[in-house]
Nanobody, 120 residues
Framework: QVQLVESGGGLVQAGGSLRLSCAASGRVFSINAMGWYRQAPGKQRELVAAITSGGSTNYADSVKGRFTISRDNAKNTVYLQMNSLKPEDTAVYYC??????????????WGQGTQVTVSS
């Protein structure tokens, strides 16, 4: 069994910054791709940023130049540094990862979500 636990969400004023963290625990052998998604009220969940095991990244156009995804493989953790936040960044942010376990093989897992609210 694998768990992804997010932290770092909260309320911030427009122009401010937040850093999200997501740590994987359980029967983790290794982790392939990791990413962050978000879902605003009444909207579909969308990809915000993703990072491969080798460190290659991709971002949604709406966050390019403002958000940075990174990972610490030794800690099985992925981060999302969010700068210059805008009210339209308000959403529940979810961590997603392809975790390789010692028993089940590769599994896609989701975190429980963390709320990010940006006030104008």
């Amino acid at each position: 069994q694998v768990q992804l636990v997010e932290s770092g969400g909260g309320l911030v004023q427009a122009g401010g910054s937040l850093r999200l963290s997501c740590a994987a625990s359980g029967r983790v052998f290794s982790i392939n791709a990791m990413g962050w998604y978000r879902q605003a009220p009444g909207k579909q969940r969308e990809l915000v940023a993703a990072i491969t095991s080798g460190g290659s990244t991709n971002y949604a156009d709406s966050v390019k130049g403002r958000f940075t995804i990174s990972r610490d493989n030794a800690k099985n953790t992925v981060y999302l540094q969010m700068n210059s936040l805008k009210p339209e960044d308000t959403a529940v942010y979810y961590c997603n990862a392809e975790v390789v376990t010692s028993i089940e093989g590769a599994l896609w897992s989701w975190g429980q979500g963390t709320q990010v609210t940006v006030s104008s």
